[in-house]
């Protein structure tokens, strides 16, 4: 599943464009590179949002193309 896509379809952020532009900001880190909102995601991977001062990661746990919105928090977990 794409970058972007990921993080709207898990809630981690609201709409795709602005997943989308966050990622071409160089504000979203897989594994600790910055990646662009094309890049593929798999279980397992690391995501780190950089939110101003503050960052956020979280640890891919599946990639479901739809979830009902009580089910996105299963799709990842918070280090």
């Known amino acids: 599943m794409r970058l972007d896509k990921y ?21 979203v880190l897989v594994n600790g590179k ?3 909102a094309g890049t593929v995601i798999k279980p397992g991977d690391q995501i780190e ?3 101003g001062t503050k960052s956020y990661r979280v640890e891919v746990l599946n ?3 739809t979830v009902k919105k009580d089910e996105a928090k299963d799709m990842y977990k918070e280090i």
């Open 49 to 51: 949002i950089l939110f």
């Open 63 to 65: 990639t479901n193309e």
């Open 34 to 36: 910055p990646s662009k």
């Open 7 to 27: 993080l709207k379809v898990s809630r981690i952020i609201k709409r795709r464009t602005v997943a989308n532009e966050a990622c071409d900001a160089g504000r």
